[in-house]
């Protein structure tokens, strides 16, 4: 039952995403779209306002009004709090198995029925709110808000997202690469507009939406690629296209992990930055009298970071931590310094940067990275870092585990 739940819950995101992509690829270059704003996809057009809320109910075997109850509740409210002038249109955009495609304007009694019964309990706060406003206002509230409301009956998820696919395709990609590196970073755009803390964050006019992607050479491996059906394409077309920065020693590179980005999180960070080194950068060169030597973020406690610092140590791998015992004493200056590296001896002074990162200090040490601009920044299953902003790649990896990480970066052959 849970695992049904979470599913449910998984496949209300991805429809949410779909149809916000699809106002997205119909809409003129002009609009704005906000990404959960006043609803789920807030359109606006020539001063026009349309709110959007999006509900899939898949496993839902019959369509009864109770169940759109909530979702209508909200967007009245939010009319009730409005100018009665306003521009506005709501709809409900929703799925259900047992009902065609089709758009409805909801009758009058069916919404005051909503407003006057005391069930269920949850909603009578919602309730309350809008009877007052009546009571003070009249009941034109109600009918001016069922003029301005439609009921979108919307197709399956998997019908969405076709639909979406032959909207990029008439928009002139390359057909080759519409399925592996367009469309899940159209809608890797849509997702990483989602989780903005700022609403003004959320808004991206459609003109931007298009130059952003008719660039973007790469996907962005979001946390829900790993969900779609041809999530091993995309893989190996990521792969592909990480391979050649990679071949190239003289780029300053830059990993951010926190306590999601693996399971047994310190071993495995220890095991992977060796594996790391060992692929690229396992000698001591004159790379290292120039500065191309890695950079790990580290988010964790003080105690993890240690650890993590001490199993290093113990594969002979010498970490810069930009202080030597207590982390408050961090200076920015002995962090990116330049070790000092005998290349006949092989011997140098450190060979990666490890920098501790916790709630206090996020804010800082991501102004220090983004003034130090690495060519590459990998940022792998965690949202820190995501809204930095570098002159050089940001790569925002999301993988099922480590395996399939060092498979992206071409530090194995396969990850099964």
């Not at 304007?105 to 709110?129: A, E, G, Q």
Request: hydrophobic share 35%; glycine share 4%.
């Amino acid at each position: 039952m849970g695992n049904r739940a979470a599913n449910s819950t998984i496949q209300g995101f991805f429809y949410q995403f779909e149809k916000t992509l699809h106002q997205l690829l119909v809409g003129n270059d002009k609009d704005i779209i906000t990404v959960e704003g006043i609803e789920d996809v807030d359109y606006f057009s020539n001063g026009m306002q349309e709110f959007i809320q999006c509900k899939y109910h898949e496993q839902q075997e019959n369509y009864t009004n109770s169940i759109i109850e909530k979702p209508i509740l909200l967007m009245l409210q939010n009319w009730c709090s409005r100018n009665r002038e306003d521009s506005v249109k709501y709809v409900l955009f929703c799925h259900f198995p047992d009902k065609e495609e089709e758009i409805i304007s909801l009758p009058s009694s069916v919404i005051k029925s909503f407003i006057n019964k005391d069930t269920p309990k949850h909603l009578l706060t919602y309730k309350n709110n809008i009877r007052e406003i009546i009571s003070r206002d009249g009941e034109n509230i109600v009918d001016d808000f069922i003029s301005r409301l439609k009921i979108h009956f919307g197709p399956k998820l998997e019908v969405l997202k076709n639909t979406n696919i032959n909207l990029l395709k008439e928009k002139g990609f390359e057909e080759s690469i519409i399925d592996t590196v367009i469309y899940p970073s159209a809608l890797a755009i849509v997702h990483e507009l989602s989780i903005k803390h700022q609403i003004n964050e959320r808004q991206v006019c459609i003109s931007d939406f298009w130059n952003r992607l008719r660039n973007i050479d790469s996907t962005i491996l979001h946390k829900y690629t790993k969900l779609l059906k041809n999530y091993n394409d995309i893989l190996k077309a990521k792969r592909k296209y990480l391979r050649d920065n990679l071949k190239m020693n003289t780029r300053t590179r830059c990993f951010v992990f926190d306590e999601n980005s693996f399971d047994d999180y310190e071993n495995t960070c220890v095991g992977f930055i060796k594996e790391f080194l060992d692929n690229y950068q396992k000698k001591p060169t004159k790379l290292h009298i120039n500065g191309y030597i890695p950079t790990f973020v580290i988010y964790a406690t003080i105690k993890e970071f240690e650890n993590i610092f001490e199993k290093l140590s113990s594969k002979g791998i010498k970490a810069n931590c930009g202080f030597t015992m207590n982390p408050d004493n961090w200076k920015k200056e002995k962090f990116f310094a330049t070790p000092m590296v005998s290349i006949k001896d092989k011997q140098f002074e450190f060979n990666i940067r490890l920098l501790y990162l916790n709630e206090e200090n996020e804010s800082e040490m991501k102004a220090h990275i983004a003034d130090y601009s690495p060519d590459d920044l990998y940022i792998i299953n965690t949202n820190k870092f995501s809204d930095i902003k570098i002159s050089g790649n940001k790569e925002l990896l999301n993988v099922k585990n480590v395996k399939e990480l060092k498979y992206l970066l071409n530090m194995v052959g396969d990850y099964e």
